[in-house]
């Protein structure tokens, strides 16, 4: 059925059609996913390296080379991954198409990873940052996130971008001053049985962690994936396993070198260059690790708040506070990290609790993907996947014989969402229909589009809420134009989330606007058609449907939100001023 089916059907009967098909705008760029990739990827080697060692000691090279192997092969699976889900390739999104239940189990592993990458990052930026008890800067770091993300999603990437930069160029430049020194070093062979090694390679595979982060992506990235996806794993592929090993090396050239397992990169600058550059290497990846922290907490809230809208969590995982932030998700998303750090605070212990979500995750995305026979694969292509899939398994099932705290992590946070997700199956909870609204009826923007001929307009007024003063104001602009609609946008708040969903029901908010927006209108003679969207960027999706639509007045009234809370998560003001094609121009109303 057409849009203008759907939209005057709707009118005609006075039903709420509650689902409605999410649009993902593909605007990530290739420089734009590779640096959230490195964001999540390339910290690894801030506490690799000093594990490795403390494992392995001079035989730390060789097992960080089998590491930087196993990294550059996964990295090319996930290339696979990118091209054959152009829609989505996380663990969540893409095992669906194999079993739903295999889905769940791998978002649940993937919980665990984010859980522990949040107290393991906090904790070992702290010990970069060289105070006193860092479990508990640790555990007030995570609290301060959480708090900060209470109001919405913090606009910190252009600061992240610019600390991974600054980290990147810091290690680069480490390296050239090791590379003169790399002749002396004490590399030694391991001298343990193949057991013991392959029980101190499984310790070490922490820096696998972050692949994932680029095929949640997918979604949104600019067509074509495969070639944006390629182009933003590279860079970092090489970085992570290359500058890695290296490193490694220049560790073993350091005479006498004990303990720093904790801040391996801070020694590695003060030896090699100057204790000045060591502090200066040691704020950079601290700043990194929290970074890393941030972008886990977030995770961890997408995760929740997309399961609990596919009805794989009870519904209150998804309800949303005043900010778009939902509430109960933020809170186990810090909770859970901080529980884990009153438990554990030596990074080697939760370097195992790690690691058994991470590798979960990945071996269930590789293994669905490689034994789906409906997917179009080149042989090559089907046996790299199946042969990784297979090491990944046994490193996993390693870690849950001889890492026991990690098998009972895992457990727990596994049966704890299954239990969840029972609860979600057997407590069904209506979904709510409005009776007050006589029209619930709402658009995507691809289908006022193709009903824009029917309606002249050309203008679109932005509401969160009913405000009469933008409303009469464009009314009149409506008729002194001779036009006989105008359209009206409500955008549904949520998380940043990679994983997103094909379809979602609207708001009672949203749908309550849209009705007494409608009912104003048609007091003046003004036919609404209403525009719903839902993202995490309320400016950019205003922008977006001025730019789609044709319109070139956009109306919207002024916030009430504090000066703060602006600062925190952006002003959507500023943001559609920035968006908004030059032709259009920003009516405010007071």
Same mark, same amino acid.
């Given at each position: 059925?057409?849009?203008e ?8 009967t006075?039903m709420?059609?509650l ?9 990530l760029?290739?420089y734009?996913?590779?640096?959230m990739?490195?964001? +999540?990827?390339?910290t ?14 001079h035989a730390?090279?060789f097992f960080?080379?089998c590491m930087?192997i196993?990294?550059?092969? %996964?990295?090319?699976?996930?290339m ?9 390739? *996380?663990?969540?999104?893409s095992? &669906?198409?194999?079993?739903? #239940?295999?889905?769940?189990i791998?978002?649940f ?5 984010y859980?522990?990458t ?5 904790l +070992?930026?702290?010990?970069y ?6 479990e508990?800067?640790?555990i ?5 996130? *959480? ?25 680069g ?16 062979l391991?001298?343990?049985g193949?057991?013991?090694?392959w029980s101190v390679f ?9 692949v ?9 990235m ?11 794993i ?8 290359i500058l890695?090993?290296? =490193?490694?090396i220049?560790?073993?050239s ?14 590695l600058?003060?030896h ?10 040691s704020?950079?990846?601290g ?20 399961m609990?809208k596919?009805? !794989? =969590? ?5 309800? #949303?506070? $005043?900010y ?5 998700a933020?809170a186990?998303? %810090?909770?859970?990290?901080?529980i ?18 991470v ?6 995305n =590789?293994?669905?993907?490689?034994t789906?026979f409906k ?5 090559? @292509? $089907?046996?790299l996947?199946?042969?990784?899939t ?6 996993e099932v390693t870690?849950?014989i001889?890492k026991?705290?990690a ?9 704890g969402g ?7 199956k057997i ?6 229909v409005?009776g007050?609204v006589?029209n619930s ?5 691809s289908?006022?589009?193709e ?10 007024v932005?509401?969160k809420?009913?405000?009469?003063h933008?409303?009469?104001?464009a ?11 105008i359209?009206?946008s409500?955008? +549904?708040?949520?998380?940043p ?7 979602i ?6 749908? !309550? ?6 009912q104003?209108m048609? &007091?003046k003679?003004i036919? %609404?058609?209403p525009?719903?969207?839902?993202? @995490?960027?309320s400016?950019?999706?205003?922008a977006?449907?001025?730019?789609e ?7 919207i009234g ?5 000066r703060l809370?602006?600062i925190?998560?952006?002003d959507?003001?500023?943001t559609?001023?920035t ?9 405010i109303s007071?």
């Open positions: 059925m057409t849009g089916g759907r939209f005057l059907g709707e009118k005609a006075g709420a059609f689902l409605k098909r999410v649009e993902r705008p593909r605007e760029k290739w734009q996913a590779g640096a990739l490195y964001g +999540d990827w390339g690894s080697k801030a506490y690799v390296l000093g594990i490795a060692f403390a494992l392995a000691g730390s090279w960080l080379g930087s196993l990294v550059f092969v %996964v990295g090319l699976c996930y696979l991954i990118c091209r054959t889900y152009p829609d989505g390739g *996380g663990v969540y999104s095992v &669906k198409h194999r079993s739903q #239940l295999l889905a769940v791998g978002a592993l993937l919980f665990a990873d859980v522990v949040a107290s393991l990052s906090t +070992d930026a702290f010990h940052f060289n105070v006193p008890h860092p508990l800067w640790a007030g770091s995570i609290l301060m996130i *959480g708090a900060l993300n209470w109001f919405g999603p913090s606009k910190s990437g252009t600061v992240a971008s610019w600390i991974a930069v600054g980290a990147t160029l810091s290690a430049l480490l390296i050239v001053f090791t590379i003169p020194h790399i002749t002396q070093a004490d590399l030694r391991p001298t343990t193949l057991f013991k090694n499984v310790g070490i595979v922490l820096a696998l962690s972050g994932e982060a680029v095929a949640n992506m997918t979604g949104i600019v067509q074509p994936v495969e070639k944006t996806s390629k182009r933003a590279w860079p970092v592929l090489l970085e992570v396993s890695t090993f290296l =490193l490694g220049a560790m073993n350091i005479p006498g070198l004990s303990g720093h397992t904790e801040d391996m990169l801070s020694a600058g003060d090699y260059i100057a204790p000045w550059f060591g502090k200066l290497i704020v950079l990846f700043l990194l690790l929290l970074s890393a922290a941030n972008t886990a907490i977030a995770g961890l809230v997408s995760i929740q708040f997309v609990a596919d009805r !794989e =969590l009870p519904a209150f995982f998804a309800k #949303l506070n $005043r778009g932030m939902p509430g109960v933020l186990v998303a %810090v909770g859970v990290p901080i884990v750090l009153l438990f554990s605070s030596n990074i080697v212990e939760l370097a195992a609790l790690y690691a058994i979500g590798v979960g995750a990945i071996t269930l =590789l293994g669905t993907t490689a789906n997917l179009q694969l080149k042989k090559r @292509e $089907r046996l996947l199946l042969v990784s297979v090491v990944l398994f046994f490193i870690i849950a001889e026991r705290n098998l009972i992590f895992a457990l727990t946070i596994l049966g299954l239990l969840l997700r029972w609860l979600a407590i069904v909870i209506p979904v709510p409005p007050i006589p009826s709402v658009l995507t923007v289908e006022a589009k009903i824009a001929p029917l309606y002249t307009s050309t203008s679109l932005a509401l809420q009913l405000n009469l933008v409303l009469n104001d009314a009149l602009r409506a008729k002194m134009l001779g036009e006989n609609a359209y009206v409500y955008v +549904d708040e949520m998380p989330s990679a994983e997103f969903l094909d379809e029901e609207p708001s009672r908010d949203s749908l !309550e606007v849209f009705a007494k927006a409608e104003e048609e &007091k003679g036919t %609404v058609v525009v719903w969207q839902i993202g @995490e960027n400016g950019k999706m205003i977006r449907a001025a730019r639509l044709g319109v070139n007045t956009v109306m002024t916030t009430r939100r504090g809370v602006n925190l998560r952006g959507v003001l500023r559609l001023v968006h908004l094609p030059k032709e259009c121009r920003l009516l007071g």
